[in-house]
């Protein structure tokens, strides 16, 4: 692929999901968040969570998409998981074996997932606040573009998550 | 396994700072202290996972043990930094190496970045 071809992918995928976030005015931006990135880049698992507050090592899911369809949420330990290395601080990418590198991630092994990038949450005042994680069974392809995209929504969705916190946690 | 730093074969041992010191020099945030670090010192690392243990220090002697968890081989930020733009298909192909630090000493100019070894 032609670096011009690239660039162009990047900033398509990135400009569908500013899009989204600049216009978006449901009443489930979490639920539609997850469900339209989990198609746009065509992964099975999308997850966007909070920091506990009674326990920073842990994590409660706002939403959990899983092969096209919300499903309950759930509380996991960060500890022995790729997100551990990811909330409160920098955007993460597993390409492969990311169960092999993580055997003690009951869910990685249950679900099967092969490759993962996970991207953090800040609040207001830049502390960790939560991440959002995509999960694949099959290698995630253009990370780059993937990574941006992240990047894009991650303001508004920093905001809502804020909001959502102070408002039922 | 975890090898300590003293016990890394000293090639080894030379990557790794290197690529350190490049990611400073290429901007990659360490937090807190190490804008103005001046030297390190590895406490662990983890040739698997590329858990990278380190014990940062300023000129004024102040100290900050900074635990990658999985620094060398996952972190975009740091990918970048050390890759540049094609990052990613690096990552890609990282994953896969069996002996990640050879890797690295093979598609990282290593010769730019000297560094204090105080391990």
Request: aromatic share 12%.
């Amino acid at each position: 692929m032609s670096h011009e071809l690239q660039v162009e992918k990047i900033d398509i995928l990135a400009d569908d999901c500013l899009r989204f976030v600049e216009h978006y005015d449901g009443d489930d931006y979490f639920g539609d968040l997850a469900l339209f990135i989990a198609d746009k880049i065509n992964v099975s698992f999308v997850l966007i969570g909070y920091l506990l507050p009674e326990n920073n090592h842990k994590i409660r899911t706002v939403v959990l998409v899983a092969k096209g369809a919300i499903v309950d949420n759930m509380t996991y330990s960060l500890y022995g998981t790729p997100c551990e290395n990811v909330v409160g601080r920098n955007c993460c990418y597993f390409p492969s074996n990311v169960k092999k590198l993580f055997p003690d991630d009951k869910e990685l092994q249950d679900l099967n997932i092969e490759s993962y990038i996970g991207s953090p949450l800040f609040g207001e005042s830049k502390q960790p606040l939560g991440l959002i994680v995509l999960m694949n069974e099959t290698i995630i392809k253009n990370a780059a573009s993937v990574e941006k995209a992240l990047q894009v929504i991650s303001t508004r969705t920093e905001r809502a998550l804020q909001k959502y916190v102070q408002e039922f946690v | 396994m975890y090898i300590r730093d003293l016990n890394l074969p000293s090639n080894s041992k030379e990557v790794l700072h290197s690529i350190i010191m490049q990611a400073k020099h290429s901007g990659y945030y360490f937090r807190n202290l190490l804008d103005d670090f001046d030297s390190f010192s590895i406490t662990s690392f983890n040739p698997d996972t590329g858990r990278l243990v380190l014990v940062l220090k300023s000129q004024d002697k102040h100290q900050l043990i900074y635990d990658s968890v999985y620094l060398l081989f996952f972190d975009i930020n740091f990918a970048k930094a050390i890759f540049g733009d094609n990052w990613e298909s690096h990552l890609v192909a990282l994953a896969e190496a069996d002996d990640k630090i050879l890797y690295l000493s093979n598609h990282i100019n290593l010769d730019n970045y000297e560094s204090r070894i105080t391990g």
